[in-house]
């Protein structure tokens, strides 16, 4: 069964910092590339950061540039992105998303954790 399950969402202070994980299973998650997405309501859901599949080359929004950082790690099975200096906009549902394109497109999603910055 493909699981692909968050972790380390929370209320933070503007300026803090969280790291979220993201757990898989199920899969070969070596031969997927890893995408940190999320979703604030009344917005549509927007791509965060990303990174290859052997984690050579990452990907960030504008927004975020400079403040979050995505890592992997293929013998763990895990995904992270390390947060700094949170603004209010970065309060969102953030989901942990593995895709690939061999032939045809496959793609899984998280659950999706919360992650609230506010004073």
């Known amino acids: 069964q493909v699981q692909l399950v968050e972790s380390g969402g929370g209320l933070v202070q503007p300026g803090g910092s969280l790291r979220l994980s993201c757990a898989a299973s199920g899969f070969t998650f070596s031969n997927y590339a890893m995408s940190w997405y999320r979703q604030a309501p009344g917005k549509e859901r927007e791509s965060v950061a990303s990174i290859t599949s052997a984690g050579g080359s990452t990907n960030y929004a504008d927004s975020v540039k400079g403040r979050f950082t995505i890592s992997r790690d293929n013998a763990k099975n895990q995904v992270y992105l390390q947060m700094n200096s949170l603004k209010p906009e970065d309060t969102a549902v953030y989901y942990c998303?593995?895709?690939?394109?061999?032939?045809?497109?496959?793609?899984?999603w998280g659950q999706g954790t919360q992650v609230t910055v506010s004073s």
């Open positions: 998303n593995a895709r690939r394109f061999y032939l045809y497109w496959t793609d899984y």
